[in-house]
């Protein structure tokens, strides 16, 4: 009896492990493995690695890594659901979620008839929009009262 | 002036006797385990003293932090609109800190104590002393079973622990105030990450279960053999353990976390 209930405790701890794993944790037997796609950004604004990457609002996959490319720009890798046929022409735009939410990727489809392959940059990006230098050109636009600032004269 | 210099110098160099005497007791237990016999038989014995029989405790201590959590978390959150992060709130908060900590505390409580005043109560009837008549290491018989046991119960009462809490969270944050259940979820599972948080989690709760094993041993061990000293030793080992699982939470935390 003692026996059996040690078992009964040993198995309801294991279960809880691998719930709190693969339910809660995320992890998963596939792996990062999926259509992984490269996007060059003028600016990311503080979008991180992990970020989801959403199609019309859906998850459809995440960012993978955020390096410094050889022109200077920021490159994005992302791993896409590998089902998915994406035009080559598709737009990657780096939106934010509410005013100052999360980072995240969304991608527009585009019309053409080919498809992107594993590995494939994408062309057409759109950077994020840093809501400071929004609020700048609001602040200079509105306090010279219409009339040509002296500094964007310059 | 001088005596309080003396006290100070005492107190300093006892501390390092007794860390140095704890390291080699626990190289011995390390050793003992590793080492055949293999005592399985003990070892399933403490298992059920350790881990079954905290298992009221645990859950339903799980239960009511869960729960507490989720509503606090859910009146502060409403203010701002965003009780729609109330899973992230409760999931972060259980499965980073509170699970692996309050277990240790409460298996310190439940489980350590009751090892020390074991360990000592044979340190005071001299029954140790009769296994090494016998030529019967105490490390190895009645020691070992016993660390080993506190090291492997500790993840396993940590899961169950946060397993039980963000059932209470869910249970109040959906059930009582009416949160969407898919946004707990959600919210819950993408604030959540394997690597960071619930490897994180585990890594405390071994390291949390080896030091409440080695302490409560330990004192057990070292225990004047008296009544009044066995007392004392399991006294000892919940303020010792209690102390040593929150320093060591912060270095953890500190060095793992981003």
Known sequence: MRDFLVGCFVLAGLAAVAYLSFQVGGLSWKGPGGLGLVANFDEIGGL?????????????????????????????????????????????????????????????????????????????????????????????????????????AQ | MTAVVQDLGWLAVRFVVDLGRLATFGAQIVRAAFLPPVRVRLFVAELFKLGVLSLVIISVCGLAVGMVLSLQGYNTLVR???????????????????????????????????????????????????????????????????????????????????VCGLFGGYLVGVGLMGVDPGAYMSSLRSAVDFRDDIVGSFLKAIVFGALVGLIATYRGFTATPTSAGVGSATTSTVVVASVTILIFDYFITALWGV
């Not at chain 1, 780096?94 to 053409?112: A, F, N, P």
């Not at chain 1, 230098?133 to 600032?149: E, Q």
Request: charged residues 20%.
């Open chain 2, 80 to 162: 701002f609109g965003a009780e729609q992060s109330l899973g992230a709130v409760v999931g972060l908060s259980l499965v980073r800190e509170l699970g692996p900590v309050l277990t240790a505390l409460l298996a310190t409580g439940r489980a350590g104590s009751a090892t020390t005043a074991e360990i000592g109560t044979m340190v005071a009837t001299e029954q140790l002393d009769a296994l090494r008549m016998m030529s019967v290491d105490p490390v190895d018989l009645v020691v070992t079973p016993r660390a080993v046991a506190m090291l492997s119960v500790m993840p396993l009462l940590s899961a169950l622990f946060i």
């Open chain 1, 48 to 152: 991180k690695p992990r970020a989801q990457v959403v199609i019309a609002g859906v998850k459809v996959g995440q960012v993978r890594s955020i390096t410094l490319d050889r022109d200077y720009r920021a490159r994005v890798d992302l791993d896409v659901d590998a089902g998915l046929k994406l035009p080559v022409d598709t737009t990657a735009s780096i939106m934010t979620s509410g005013l100052l939410g999360d980072r995240y990727v969304s991608l527009q489809l585009g019309g053409e008839q080919e498809m992107l392959k594993p590995g494939d940059k994408i062309t057409f990006t759109e950077s994020a929009v840093v809501l400071e230098r929004v609020l700048g050109k609001l602040v200079y636009s509105g306090g010279s009262g219409g009339k040509t600032d002296s500094k964007e």
